[in-house]
């Protein structure tokens, strides 16, 4: 070995990764973060693997729009101005269906009052019910906000491609020390939202997202919520 070869240091060792087992068994929707930044070169690597998600012909129909510093701060600023003026939530696409049923409403329900319990909000209390609905224009604290556009044109299954990418881009980013929330939110408030970010009419927001370091001890960050096992989803044919 040259004497210059020597004098090389050796690379920093890489952080152990998360196993992709454990980092889908423990993904969940966080909603409250710590105020940790979050580097843009670690966003870039995140959505880079993140690519690697499949889609149909390899046509990768996502667009992500990633917003951080005094851009998040503004757009949270007039999100949460309007909804506390109460101005009217409008859906750019239904993502909901139109009539709850069985066995979804349920879920839905469950769900809901699971979070309210942890963070002692109860029945009929439509004051704290909305406030904490008003976390999401504040990305529940997180210092990254990612925005997944998807092109007007484009069929159902572009639509299966991008969820997809999503779910890639949430397990991946476990694998960095980090946690997200999915948010149809923004979906109600397009038109704000677009704005900001300079989307073409072209464009659609498919849903948001919140991404950074959890703060575990938030009673939010801390309520079960089930699945429905394997067996009562699923058909086995020829087994």
Same mark, same amino acid.
Request: include cysteine.
């Given at each position: ?7 090389? +240091?050796? =690379? ?5 990764? %998360?196993?992709? *087992? !454990?980092?889908? @068994?423990?993904?969940? /929707?966080?909603?409250?973060?710590? +105020?940790? =930044? ?5 966003? %870039?690597?995140? *959505? !880079?693997?993140? @690519?690697?998600?499949? /889609?149909?012909?390899?046509?990768? +129909? ?14 949270? @600023? ?162």
């Amino acid at each position: 070995m040259s004497d210059s070869m020597k004098d090389v +240091p050796p =690379p920093a060792p890489l952080p152990r990764p %998360l196993p992709v *087992l !454990d980092a889908v @068994a423990g993904r969940r /929707s966080v909603r409250a973060f710590l +105020p940790t =930044p979050v580097e843009r070169e670690t966003v %870039l690597r995140i *959505l !880079d693997l993140a @690519a690697r998600a499949p /889609s149909g012909s390899n046509i990768q +129909p996502w667009k992500v729009h990633a917003i951080a510093g005094e851009a998040r701060a503004a757009l949270s @600023a007039e999100l949460l101005a309007a909804h506390e003026a109460g101005d009217p939530e409008v859906p750019e696409y239904p993502y909901y269906p139109e009539h709850w049923r069985e066995p979804y409403l349920a879920r839905r329900r469950a769900v809901g009052w699971a979070l309210y319990g942890a963070l002692g909000i109860g029945k009929g209390d439509r004051e704290r019910m909305a406030r904490q609905h008003g976390r999401n224009w504040l990305f529940f604290g997180a210092p990254v906000g990612l925005f997944f556009t998807i092109d007007r044109d484009m069929g159902k299954g572009a639509w299966l491609d991008l969820g997809m990418f999503m779910q890639t881009v949430m397990i991946v980013a476990r694998g960095f020390g980090l946690e997200t929330c999915p948010q149809a939110a923004f979906c109600y408030r397009h038109a704000i939202t677009a704005r900001h970010l300079g989307l073409p009419d072209t464009e659609i927001i498919a849903s948001g997202m919140s991404l950074g370091h959890a703060d575990w001890s938030a009673p939010e960050n801390n309520f079960p919520t089930e699945r429905e096992p394997a067996e009562g989803f699923t058909r086995f044919v020829g087994f």
